[in-house]
C-alpha cells in the first residue's frame, strides 16, 4: 500500500488496488483511443486520443507507480449531491403542479405560470458553456458550492415574494435557482467519474441523476398537500405557501454548509485506470475551445445531443404542462394530477437504477439507450390515447409505464457520451446534453402548451411522439465507440506480474514484463 508523507492512509472500501504504470500491459490502438478508427472522428479524435496515450505513456515510465482505490468519502459526496440537487428539483416544479393556485394568486395567466418553470430552461442554454468552463479550470467542488449556494439563495428570495403582488419576486428568485441548476445538472457524470471505479460508474451517475427525478417527484406530490386549492381565501393561500417556501429555504441552507464540508476537488487516489491517464495529463495540454471543438466534429456525440434533447425536453414538457392536461379531463382533480407525476418520476427512478446496473454489467450503451428510446415512444402512445378514457387509474398506470422508460433514459444518456467522448471533459458533454434538452424543452412547452390550449392535450402529446419517433431514427444511427470502456478493459482484463531485471540495458526498455493472460 501506499501512504501519505505523514503515515495516514486514505481511508479506503475493501483496500482493492490496481497496480498502474510499471506493471501494466500495452493498449493496442491505431494511433488515437483503443477501439477509435481513424476514419471517424478525423482530427479531433487524433489530438483528444494523442493526449489520453502521451498521458498513458508517462504512467508507463513513470518512476513511481500510479495506484487506483476507492474511498469511502465518494458514498457521501454522491448522497449530499443528490440531496441539493433534489431541492433544486423541487423547486423547478413546484409552481407547475399548482398552476391553477398561483395564477389566481399572483392575478397573472397560465402562460405567466408556464414560465416560471421554462426559466430553467431558458437560462440554461447561454450559461452552460461558462459553467462548463469553470468546472473545468476551477474544479468540482467550487461548481457544487456554487450550485448548493445559488439554490439557497434562491430558496429564500422566494420567501419574500408570498402576495398577491409580487410575481416580480418570485420570477427572480427562480431565476437564482435556475442558474443554480445550470452548476448541478452537468456534474453526475464528473461526479461518478472522479470518485467512483469502473465496475460502479454507471450506477453512481445513475444515482446521481436519480436525486434530481427525486425532486420531481416529491415536487409532485408535496405542494398540492402543502398549499390546497383556497380560492375564497387568498391570506391562507399566503400562509400555505410560506410553510413550503420557509422549508425549502431552510433544507437548502443545510445542503449548502454540508456540500462545504463533504466535497472535495478528487480523492487522494484515482478511482479507475481511465482517471489515472486524465490526471497524467499536464494541464497545459488542455484547451476547453478546443474540447467544444473537439466534441462537435464527433459524428456520433452530435447524434445523441439531438436525440438526447428531444427525450428528455419532450419529459420537461410534459412535466410542465401535466397539470393541465389532467384537469381538463378530470376537474378537480389537482392533487391526483400531483400523484400521477410522482407515479411518472418514481417509476423512472427505478428504470434509472435498473438501467445503470445492467449498463455496469453488459457495457451495452447503444442496443440498451435505443431500446429503452423505443419504448418510451410507445409509452407516450399509448398515455396519450388512454387519457381522455374516464379512468384515473389507467392514467395512474400509463404515466407510470411512461415515466419509467422516459426517465430511466437520462443517465444512459449521459454515461453513453462519456463514452464515445473520452477523454474530453464529462462535464462538457453532460452539459451540452442538458443545454440541448433544454432547447428543446422549450420549444416542446410552448408548442404542446399552445396546441393543448387551442386543441386538446391529445394534440399536444402526439406533437411529442412525431419527434420521439425522429429521436428513434438518431439513436439508431450512433456509431458505438466505447473509448474509456476500452481504456479501463486494458488493465482490468489481464494479470499483470512484475518481474526485476538487473541489467545495463534496463533504462532503455523501462522495465522488464511478464504478463500473463487471464484467459
Known sequence: MVESGDGAEEEAEGERAEMLGAAEPALPH???????????????????????????????????????????????????????????????????????????????????????????????????????????????????????????????????????????????????????????????????????????????????????????????????????????????????????????????TLLFFLTGVVFEEK??????????????????????????????????????????????????????????????????EEVNAGRIGLTLVVAGMVGSIICGLWLDYTKTYKQTTLIVYILSFIGMVVFTFTLDLGYLIVVFVTGGVLGFFMTGYLPLGFEFAVEITYPESEGTSSGLLNASAQIFGIIFTLVQGKLTTVYSPRAGNLFLCAWMFVGIILTALIKSDLRRHNVNSGIMNVDVKAVPVDSPVEHETCTALKIQSAL
Request: overall charge positive; charged content about 10%.
Open 267 to 332: 480523492p487522494k487516489y484515482p478511482p479507475s485506470h481511465s482517471q489515472a491517464v486524465l490526471q497524467a495529463m499536464p494541464p497545459e495540454d488542455y484547451s476547453y475551445k478546443q474540447s467544444i471543438i473537439n466534441l462537435f466534429k464527433n459524428i456520433p456525440f452530435v447524434l445523441l445531443l439531438i436525440s438526447y434533447g428531444i427525450m428528455t425536453g419532450a419529459f420537461y414538457s410534459v412535466s410542465t404542462l401535466l397539470n393541465q392536461m389532467i384537469v381538463t379531463y378530470y376537474e378537480g
Open 30 to 252: 491505431n494511433g488515437l483511443l483503443p477501439g477509435k478508427e481513424a476514419a471517424n472522428g478525423g482530427g479531433c479524435a487524433a489530438q483528444s486520443g494523442g493526449r489520453a496515450a502521451e498521458a498513458e505513456a508517462m504512467l508507463r515510465a513513470g518512476g513511481g507507480r500510479a495506484e487506483t482505490r476507492l474511498s469511502r468519502r465518494r458514498l457521501a459526496v454522491l448522497a449530499v449531491f443528490s440531496c441539493y440537487s433534489l431541492v433544486n428539483a423541487f423547486q423547478w416544479i413546484q409552481y407547475s403542479i399548482l398552476s391553477n393556485v398561483f395564477m389566481r394568486f399572483y392575478r397573472v395567466s397560465f402562460a405567466h405560470i408556464d414560465w416560471l418553470s421554462m426559466v430553467y430552461m431558458v437560462a440554461y442554454v447561454p450559461l452552460i458553456l461558462p459553467a462548463t468552463w469553470l468546472l473545468d479550470a476551477r474544479g468540482l467542488r467550487l461548481t457544487a458550492l456554487l450550485g448548493a449556494g445559488l439554490n439557497a439563495l434562491g430558496a429564500w428570495l422566494k420567501c419574500a415574494s408570498m402576495a398577491p403582488g409580487r410575481y416580480a419576486v418570485t420570477v427572480a428568485a427562480q431565476g437564482v435557482c435556475a442558474v443554480a441548476q445550470v452548476f448541478i445538472l452537468g456534474l453526475p457524470s464528473r461526479v461518478a467519474a472522479v470518485w467512483f471505479g469502473p465496475a460502479e460508474v454507471s450506477t453512481a451517475c445513475a444515482v446521481a441523476v436519480l436525486g434530481n427525478q427525486l425532486g420531481t417527484a416529491i415536487g409532485f406530490l408535496l405542494p398540492p398537500v402543502l398549499v390546497p386549492n383556497t380560492p375564497d381565501d387568498t391570506d391562507l393561500t399566503a400562509h400555505n405557501i410560506s410553510i413550503m417556501f420557509y422549508g425549502t429555504a431552510i433544507v437548502s
